[in-house]
């Protein structure tokens, strides 16, 4: 997949702005001024990830809780001025805001962000070391692609309550990051790689408590490098 596929990106301020969001279809949908935000197709079939991730947890996943947080994040954001901004500056606006009505807008654009992102974090035929342009950043930044794969199985292991793990860039540098509930990079400054849900309902149908077969079967078998070396920009 190419670049322009997926997300194109400007540094100002200090902060990351999303130009663009197509590739995760989570922009601003401009033919309906209703609705905001939108729910993106999956890029596969539902039961392309099997053995890994069965049909019924991705159905029951994409269509119970990502379209119940996209629904939601338009109900809120209707008849608003946030209603004509990006997803990136709704996020960003309503993020730690001292109101319950910003507060929940945030929790579900984020998690209608989030969910669209760790969809595009996996392919059927993923996993494993990346290719050449990754792994020099791997190597740069963790020391070889078995120092990654266990800092990012610490910080998935780790994480007691629900929420992500993901792979940034910060200063130059890739980093792992576990944030909690609908939390994300974009309004912490960095630039978003890669993301692995470590909600419980993203993989117990499969794995019940076992967590950590979840991430290593995301790692050795889902993983999708591509999505990641876009976000890096390679052409």
């Known amino acids: 997949m190419k670049r322009r596929d997926f997300i194109r990106w400007s540094m100002g301020a200090g902060a990351l702005v999303m130009l663009e969001m197509a590739g995760l279809g989570c922009s601003r949908d401009r033919s309906n001024k209703d609705l905001p935000i939108k729910l993106p197709p999956l890029p596969y079939a539902n039961d392309a990830l099997e053995p890994h991730l069965s049909r019924e947890t991705i159905q029951f996943h994409y269509d119970r809780h990502h379209r119940a947080y996209v629904e939601r994040a338009n109900r809120l954001l209707a008849d608003s001025s946030l209603a004509k901004q990006p997803i990136e500056a709704i996020m960003r606006e309503t993020y730690q805001a001292d109101s319950r009505l910003q507060t929940a807008r945030f929790n579900n654009a984020a998690q209608a962000y989030n969910h669209a992102f760790y969809w595009s974090s996996m392919a059927p035929d993923g996993g494993g070391p990346p290719a050449e342009f990754m792994q020099r950043w791997i190597d740069d ?78 790692l050795d078998h889902l993983v999708n490098w591509n999505f990641a070396a876009a976000n890096l920009g390679e052409a």
């Open 141 to 218: 930044s963790f020391g070889s692609y078995q120092g990654f794969k266990q800092a990012f199985v610490d910080a998935a292991r780790g994480h007691f309550a629900s929420g992500w793990i993901w792979l940034v860039l910060s200063e130059g540098r890739l980093e792992i990051m576990a944030t909690t509930n609908a939390q994300n990079p974009i309004v912490l400054g960095k630039l978003p790689l890669l993301t692995l849900d470590v909600w419980e309902h993203a993989y117990y149908l499969d794995y019940r408590h076992r967590r950590d077969e979840y991430v290593q079967a995301f």
